[in-house]
């Protein structure tokens, strides 16, 4: 067996069977990181000697017999927006470059409890800003399908890494669809829970209300697997919710109580949707009624809206959650901050010493979406924007609970393109935002989505399908996924790098 | 300028914007803890800093202390409370933005007593716009050489917000005002109120309403005053603030439509106000609700939950000890005054003893100095109500006089023996005899001709002479006499002898 193609699953399995031990599988993947990563740009200054050393002391614990955690022994890559203590955690940022928290986040905790490999820090798009990787302070990524296209945003780095199998499995984060838009554009499975379901503490904000820690990984049964390890209520979290978590494993595989009954929605097939990925689908449709689900035709009225009011509670929080980075307390600072205009003159050292490391510190996108943010939540615009934008949002729930009452599952396209060059969109933002258009309603509502592979195009790249489930009922969504998976055989495809 | 001409030209308008710290042991949003006057950014923690990835958490504590105050104070307490980002840009604010409650604070309405005043002014009550809780930012340190520091031990301690209606019309009023204030978050355990240490911190908006000649009436511009870290200096900057609005007024003309709100700073040392800077525009601080903490849903068990736990507030008590007890207005307000613990303790030697006066005197007389000399605090007071009560009884019942009640008390203060033990250690105890001490007396007298001889002679004030042989018979029995005991005798001892 072969560490490098395999799922969690085959991992586990090689270990338990011998076949390998933890060290060679993270030495394998170690050296397909020197191999490819240059190209993919998908991890950043990468050490491989903490992960040999963590893979050595497990095969140690495992040949003692002693007692080991779920995911002994499996790299995980971690994405560049969560905690981990010492290590720098940048958010692919100049403003964050020199930023090495005292403490793990509550996942990375969890994952070490597990037992899990940490594996590298990935990149992504600056603070989570963007939906190509290519405002990453550390260039873009690239998508192993095709190193001209990208591997979409943020969590690129993530879905490249996986998708190229430099790791098995990765942590995105996911605030209007950036594990599930990368996931689709490189024919990997991206789960974003429920907000809630997983604890923020020790994710870098960006819009708090939005983001959502999740797991990349080959098929259903990586990101179930991963999901148990990191789910759970936080007492650092106050929006963790108190919810027992279930064995997702055991779930994905277990029959559910009656006929899966499946959702689409007549909005998903508006102007700007890919054919391909239009007939992937309803392919898709085909394949669950084959699987003995039902399915019917389902309207979310309000889907048109949810960009647009998505654009404005996203930058509003991130106007508010970036606005710590001064330079004063952390945070780049300018070294020179003498006035630069007329009008600078008047102002206090310290209004400029902020003025010149924000502007330094920050790229285009970021510094674009804090004065859209800045602008929404003023004295006189707020109501017209914000607090609009709320009542959007509160109708785009109402849509999914109705819809829900009918449905358990909606299925639906993830990204409305396969993968795209690497600088084709990043001058026209507009064009851009709208690639979040299938993804962003279900960070409004803070239901749980995944994306998984649903075919090819016929040049050749991924596409990938969205599944979205209620509140909490991921069990339902990861089974709906996984029958899904069983009848195909998508997520079996690599693509070649030699 | 004559004051009590112009004090019949215009009204005093003050309304209160009061910051306290609340007596937790850690921060409003985490588990750091909140320790006054330690070394600069040694009381911090992650979320305190405001690091990136970190998360408030709501401190129930904070919030239940707050509850109270709001109930204790008659306010009405939301059933639906949420936190709000307050957006502004200062070094001393780690996150650049401060967690508070806007649209829908945890409490409205209610008023804070206003203690009457011995002049016949004050009472009723102030109004209480709302009640509110925030996390109190850093502390900027302007160090030499233009260099400032920050330093961030306070940043996140749990504040409430106390905003008042321009109710009072008196600088006294608003410092009896706070005064009772402190007093009952005292009695709460709400905060420690100390001043000096910023756990109570008041800003003043104040601005008169003069009645011209002609008839009209107009405002003066408001000024809100700052830095006022003494319940006297708040007095003194409103004074002060008065007749500077009212000059200004006379020379400038100026009201309140002609002029911005302007905030002044109150310097102690100089007795003056001075602007500090023109308020031109309102600040933007583009509140929105945190997304970060859940809303607070309170209900009604709750609400009865904590108003349970309320006890007797200072006003009630004082007119409860006036009426219960009997006591003047003045010895209630001093117990009062002292505090929860000490009002406790008076009620319980009160009851005990059924000698309310007595326990009154010994507690204002012996225990507070006591505890004031040896700075203890009354929980650390060796001798409980249960011992003084006992006390009391006996000096009532006459088996001690006064002085050999002090004795005793002193020496079960500093032994921690009760009583008993100690006078029978001592031999304290009263001639309870009569004739027993009627021979005393006599032998007295007997033995100083004297006396007698200045009694007849009138070269000396009888009551002098009396008082002396009143001495001598105390010391014949080693104070164990009882003295109106040893007066009556000797009155009529001497009456027998013709005097």
């Known amino acids: ?498 | 300028m004559d004051a009590t001409a112009t004090s019949m030209d215009y009204d005093i308008i003050i309304g209160l914007e009061i910051h306290v710290q609340l007596q937790t042991e850690s921060k409003m949003f985490s588990g750091c803890g909140t320790e006054f006057g330690l070394p600069p950014n040694t009381q911090t923690d992650p979320v305190s800093l405001g690091l990136p990835g970190t998360l408030p958490v709501m401190n129930g504590k904070a919030f239940n202390l707050a509850l109270k105050t709001a109930l204790a104070f008659g306010a009405e307490v939301a059933r639906f409370t949420k936190w709000d980002r307050k957006n502004y840009y200062y070094p001393d604010l780690p996150k650049n933005y401060q967690i508070s409650q806007y649209d829908l604070p945890f409490s409205t309405g209610g008023g804070l007593p206003i203690p009457a005043r011995k002049d016949g002014g004050g009472g009723g009550d102030v109004r209480l716009t709302r009640i509110h809780l925030e996390e109190d930012t850093g502390k900027m340190i302007h160090a030499a050489g233009g260099m400032s520091e920050v330093d961030l031990n306070r940043a996140g301690v749990p504040l409430l917000e106390i905003v008042t209606e321009p109710d009072l019309r008196d600088p006294a009023d608003a410092r009896g005002c706070l005064e009772e204030l402190r007093l009952t978050l005292r009695y709460l355990g709400v905060s420690d109120c100390e001043m000096q240490e910023g756990s109570l911190r008041c800003d003043a908006n104040v601005n008169l309403h003069i009645r011209t000649a002609d008839g009209r009436t107009v405002a003066t511009p408001i000024v809100e005053i700052k830095n006022m870290n003494s319940f006297s200096a708040v007095e003194k900057a409103l004074h002060y603030e008065v007749e500077r609005q009212f000059k200004d007024w006379e020379e400038t003309g100026l009201t309140i439509e002609d002029a911005p709100k302007q905030t002044r700073g109150w310097s102690d040392a100089a007795g003056e106000t001075k602007v500090q800077r023109e308020k031109e525009t309102a600040a933007d601080y583009r509140y929105f609700p945190e997304p970060d903490l859940v809303p607070v849903e309170v209900d009604d068990a709750w609400i009865a939950r904590l108003r349970a736990e309320i006890g007797e507030l200072p006003m009630a008590r004082r007119s409860r000890f006036e009426s219960e007890y009997g006591l003047s207005a003045y010895d209630a307000n001093v117990l009062v005054e002292q505090g929860q613990d000490v009002a406790d303790y008076f009620d319980a030697v009160a009851r005990e003893a059924g000698e309310a006066k007595l326990a009154s005197n010994w507690i204002q007389q012996d225990v507070l100095r006591e505890i004031k000399e040896k700075k203890l605090a009354l929980a650390d007071f060796p001798v409980g109500p249960e011992a003084l009560s006992d006390l009391i009884k006996r000096v009532k019942r006459k088996e001690l006089n006064t002085n050999q009640g002090r004795e005793v008390l002193s020496r079960m203060i500093d032994t921690g023996k009760p009583a008993d033990a100690i006078i029978a250690e001592g031999g304290y105890g009263l001639i309870g005899d009569k004739d027993e001490l009627a021979a005393v007396v006599a032998s007295t007298i007997e033995a100083n001709p004297k006396a007698l001889e200045d009694l007849a002679g009138g070269k000396k004030k009888p009551e002098a002479v009396k008082g002396w042989l009143r001495g001598q018979v105390m010391k014949q029995t080693q104070g164990k006499a009882d003295p109106a005991l040893v007066v009556e005798l000797l009155e009529a001892r001497l009456a027998e002898l013709g005097h």
């Open chain 1, 1 to 498: 067996m072969d560490p490098l193609g395999a799922t969690i699953s085959g991992l586990l399995d090689g270990y338990s069977s011998g076949s390998f031990s933890s060290e060679e599988a993270v030495r394998g993947f170690v050296d397909r990181v020197v191999a490819y990563n240059a190209r993919l740009n998908a991890l950043l200054d990468f050490d491989p000697e903490p992960a040999l050393e963590q893979a050595r002391a497990i095969d140690a614990r495992r040949r003692s017999g002693e007692p080991l955690g779920p995911l002994a022994g499996v790299p995980i890559a971690i994405k560049d927006n969560i905690c981990r203590r010492g290590e720098p955690t940048t958010c692919c940022s100049r403003m964050l470059s020199n930023y090495r928290p005292p403490f793990d986040a509550a996942v990375i905790g969890k994952l070490r409890e597990a037992d899990a490999i940490l594996l590298g820090r990935l990149n992504m798009d600056e603070f989570a800003m963007g939906s190509s990787n290519e405002t990453s302070a550390y260039g873009p990524a690239r998508n192993p399908w095709d190193t001209d296209r990208s591997p979409g945003g943020s969590s690129g780095g993530a879905a490249s890494a996986v998708a190229a199998s430099l790791a098995p499995t990765a942590l995105g984060s996911d605030t209007g669809g950036s594990i599930r838009q990368p996931a689709a554009l490189t024919g990997t499975v991206g789960l974003k829970p429920t907000y809630g379901r997983v604890s923020r503490y020790g994710l870098v904000a960006f819009a708090s209300s939005l983001d959502q820690i999740g797991p990349f990984g080959r098929e259903v049964a990586d990101v179930a697997r991963v999901l148990s390890v990191i789910a759970g209520q936080d007492p650092r979290d106050a929006t963790s919710v108190d919810l027992p978590v279930p064995d997702y494993l055991t779930a994905i595989e277990s029959k559910g109580e009656r006929p899966l009954r499946v959702g689409i929605a007549r909005e998903f097939f508006g102007e700007g949707l890919d054919p391909e990925i239009e007939s992937a689908v309803r392919e898709a449709s085909r394949i669950f009624e084959s699987e003995g689900a039902t399915v019917s035709k389902i309207s979310l009225p309000n889907t048109t809206q949810a960009i647009p009011a998505y654009y404005i509670v996203a930058p509003a929080e991130a106007s508010s959650n970036l606005a710590r980075y001064d330079g004063t307390i952390f945070g780049h600072r300018a070294e020179d901050f003498g006035p630069k205009s007329e009008v600078e003159k008047d102002l206090p050292a310290l209004i400029r010493m902020m003025m010149a490391s924000r502007a330094e510190g920050f790229g285009p996108e970021v510094t674009r979406r804090i004065m859209l943010g800045t602008f929404v939540l003023s004295a006189g615009y707020a109501d017209q924007y914000y607090v609009r934008a709320l009542k959007v949002r509160r109708l785009i729930r109402d849509d999914y609970d109705r819809a829900f009452r009918d449905v358990d599952v909606i299925l639906g396209p993830t990204s409305p393109v396969p993968a795209f060059k690497v600088g084709e969109k990043i001058s026209d933002p507009l064009a851009m935002y709208l690639l979040d258009v299938y993804t962003g309603p279900a960070n409004l509502a803070g239901i749980p989505g995944i994306s998984l592979p649903g075919g090819l195009t016929k040049s050749g790249l991924p596409i990938g399908i969205q599944l979205q489930a209620p509140a909490f009922a991921e069990e339902t969504l990861l089974r709906a996924a996984r029958t899904f998976e069983r009848a195909t055989d998508w997520n079996t495809k690599r693509p070649t790098l030699d």
